[in-house]
């Protein structure tokens, strides 16, 4: 079985030696002609690393030739193949630029976008790339109304926008579940002003109902009054803005036990007040 093994291992040495022998000879041949239809071989199989570094080394000969285009189009998106999204977006911004008027401007002009799309990481990390990648597909449909892609550009738009809005509903909730309810309070009203549209919009307005509810009765008696009055307010301004949710009746609960520990805080600063007298 090892003598098998070590066979094979020799085997598959061999053919790396060859394939690499092989690659060697087409990149150091003066043939441009030919070097260039192996880098297309190269590309067409896949094989984009060696496709790729084919194309590099043919910029000086073909510049400025008809064929320059689509090698600098295979170029780049031989990054992208490789899953290498940053250099493939710089390139494909690159591509625009040098080649203003082509009839691949649309599509290069959605795989730029697409590139950061790619980039976008998960849910628990920075979103920079997820913004970005959301406000360049707004920037795509805006350049190319009548675009093909418009729909997978919004669906982008919509899921880059829902990641967003549980990043920061995570966010809002941590708060909560750490009994830091102001910071709650704040993080979920955001949250529905980021998000007007959220189909979980109530439910961010009655945690923030709850939160302030929760800050006032964990404050010092001195604070609880206007606390207690904020949850009041928040809760009008749930109604108002929802009328018809299914939570509103939870959100009032909160409302009317706010204002019985109003009257409570007022009935005894009414006694101590007498009993000073």
Same mark, same amino acid.
């Given at each position: ?37 192996? $880098? ?10 060696? =496709? *790729?570094?084919?194309?590099e080394?043919?910029? $000086? ?7 320059? +285009? ?21 390139? !494909?911004?690159?591509f ?18 697409y ?8 849910? +628990? ?7 970005? =990648?959301?406000?360049?597909m707004?920037i ?10 418009? $729909? ?13 809005e ?15 309810y102001r $910071?709650?309070?704040?993080?979920? =009203?955001?949250?529905?002003? /980021? !998000? ?18 929760? !800050? ?12 207690? *009055?904020?949850?009041?307010?928040? !809760?009008?301004?749930?109604r ?17 036990? /706010? ?8 009935e005894?600063?009414?006694?101590t ?5």
């Open positions: 079985m090892r003598i098998l093994k070590t066979f094979l291992a020799l085997i598959l040495c061999s053919f790396l030696v060859v394939g690499c022998s092989k690659y060697n000879k087409i990149e150091k041949s003066k043939d441009t002609t030919y070097k260039l239809a192996k $880098a297309d071989e190269y590309y067409a199989n896949k094989k984009y690393r060696k =496709a *790729q570094q084919l194309y080394s043919l910029f $000086a000969a073909y510049k400025g030739s008809d064929k320059f +285009e689509d090698l600098y189009y295979k170029w780049a998106y031989s990054y992208y193949y490789q899953g290498l999204y940053e250099q493939a977006e710089a390139y !494909f911004k690159s625009l630029e040098t080649f203003p008027n082509s009839k691949r401007a649309e599509e290069i002009d959605y795989m730029k976008a590139s950061y799309y790619k980039q976008s990481p998960k849910l +628990e990390l920075e979103q920079t790339n997820t913004i970005k =990648a959301m406000n360049m707004k795509f449909i805006s350049n190319h109304p009548k675009s093909e892609r418009i $729909a997978e550009a919004t669906s982008i738009i919509d899921e880059s926008r829902q990641k967003l549980m990043k920061d509903y995570r966010a809002a909730q941590l708060y909560y579940n750490l009994k830091h $910071a709650s309070a704040i993080a979920f =009203a955001d949250i529905t002003n /980021s !998000f007007p549209e959220s189909v979980r919009g109530d439910e961010y307005m009655l945690m923030v109902v709850k939160s302030y509810y929760k !800050f006032a009765k964990l404050s010092i008696n001195t604070k609880q009054e206007e606390r207690y *009055q904020q949850a009041i307010d928040e !809760f009008e301004n749930f108002d803005r929802y009328p018809d949710s299914k939570l509103l009746a939870q959100a009032e609960e909160y409302k009317n036990l /706010s204002i019985n520990h109003i009257k409570d805080i007022k005894y600063e009414q006694i007040s007498s009993a000073k007298r």
